[in-house]
């Protein structure tokens, strides 16, 4: 309507044209795939506060949002406060524990998370990783791992299978925090065992209560999120709750607050068992409800649960990768190359 009424009309259509396409890409934030999205309110700070001719480079470039709408922080590993927040931790030295479940074919992903995470994990921090497995021999020969690193291997009866296991793991884990971590470390994290670090990942993700935002879902508009809707389910959310769409590839926190946390969704998971309902994104499912009225005081961008796919959102390092997740978003032929 407007072309009509303004001369050099070829002219302006070529402005305007540029400046939807400047909103389109702005609102994509970096996604690949062709589907409209409106970010769930962040809020967004200036990384370097200097007016130079960067800082206008950057403000065209993806958006980093550095904190929740809640004010926690949200964290990109290369940002001055995660730098800051490394420096913190690193003078105090901590104890890490990282849980992870190994149950039947999964043990052969055992050694590339281990030595992945020997590189890029809380590098020189004394770290425990928890093997909860039912083939304790999988681990043989023990690998070598670096100073101040040790693996702990705790037996578990079950039976493989993640449709199943995902109802289990919670479980599980609040009874290995029981005994033996809850004694040992201060801060724990539960990773799945079908990932690879393929960058740093340092103190910047250390803190109470800590999410990581799911890649495919990041920026997304709230109502694409795959919240439980069935109110049957004791993960059920409503249409006004919700802020992200957290992943169970990895969490953690306080070694209390995990506690916590796996104490309470194991037992909305028994209790939705015991009246044969089944959340739709299983274990993930009742993370999620646990996170809107639990909010993390520090979130993890995609950063450090991303795999590609063409829903996943761009993002400056790719710290910790999903290998299973990777792989279904893989072709029949890309499957095969890949072996998976
Ligand atoms: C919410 C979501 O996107 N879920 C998908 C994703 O789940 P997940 O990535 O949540 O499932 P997953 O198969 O990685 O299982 C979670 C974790 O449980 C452990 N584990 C699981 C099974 C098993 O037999 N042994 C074992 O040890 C292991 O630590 C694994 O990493 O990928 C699955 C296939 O990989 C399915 O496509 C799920 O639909
Ligand atoms: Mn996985």
């Given amino acids: 309507m407007i072309f009509v009424s303004v001369p050099h009309t070829g002219s302006v259509k070529l402005v305007l044209y540029c400046f939807l396409l400047a909103l389109i890409i702005y609102f994509f934030h970096g ?36 904190e929740t709408p809640w004010r926690a922080p ?9 730098a800051r927040h490394r420096e913190k931790f690193a003078q105090r030295g901590i104890h890490t524990g990282v849980v992870t ?15 992945s995470a020997e590189i890029y994990f809380l590098p ?7 093997i909860l497995t039912d083939s304790p021999h999988s681990l043989d020969p023990p690998m070598e791992l670096g100073p101040k690193r040790h693996v ?4 578990v009866a079950e039976l493989p299978g993640w449709n199943r296991l995902a109802y289990r793991r919670m479980a599980l884990i609040a009874d290995a925090i029981r005994d033996p971590i809850s004694g040992e470390v201060e801060y724990l994290f539960c990773a ?27 920026g997304m508009p709230r109502n694409a999120f795959p919240y ?7 993960a059920c959310v409503d249409e006004d709750e919700g802020d992200y769409y957290y992943t169970s590839e990895f969490y953690g926190g306080l070694v209390s607050e995990m506690y916590r946390m796996a104490r309470a969704c194991s037992m909305l998971i028994l209790q939705d068992q015991a009246s044969g309902v089944l959340a739709r994104g299983l274990e993930e499912s009742y993370l999620n409800r646990y996170l809107i ?16 796919s063409a829903l996943a959102a761009d993002v400056p390092v790719q710290r910790l990768v999903s290998l299973g997740r990777q792989c279904e978003s893989y072709d029949q032929e890309m499957r095969k190359k890949h072996k998976c």
């Fill in 124 to 130: 020189g921090q004394r770290v425990t990783y928890y």
């Fill in 228 to 234: 439980e809707v069935e109110e049957v389910s004791s």
């Fill in 101 to 115: 479940l190994v149950v039947g074919k999964y043990k052969r992903f055992i050694h590339q998370f281990l030595s």
């Fill in 74 to 82: 949200l964290v990109w590993g290369d940002s001055h406060s995660s």
């Fill in 192 to 218: 799945d065992i079908d990932q690879e670090f393929v960058a740093p990942v340092g103190e910047e993700i250390l803190g109470n209560l800590v999410a990581t935002l799911h890649p495919e879902l990041y």
């Fill in 31 to 66: 996604r690949k795939a062709a589907v409209s999205v409106t970010p769930p309110r962040p809020v967004f700070h200036a990384e370097s506060r200097l007016m130079t001719s960067m800082t206008l480079v950057k403000a065209t470039g993806p958006q980093t949002p550095m």
């Fill in 152 to 155: 702990k291997v705790v037996p």
């Fill in 293 to 308: 009225d639990h909010r993390p005081t520090c979130v993890l961008s995609p950063e450090y649960s991303w795999w590609d």
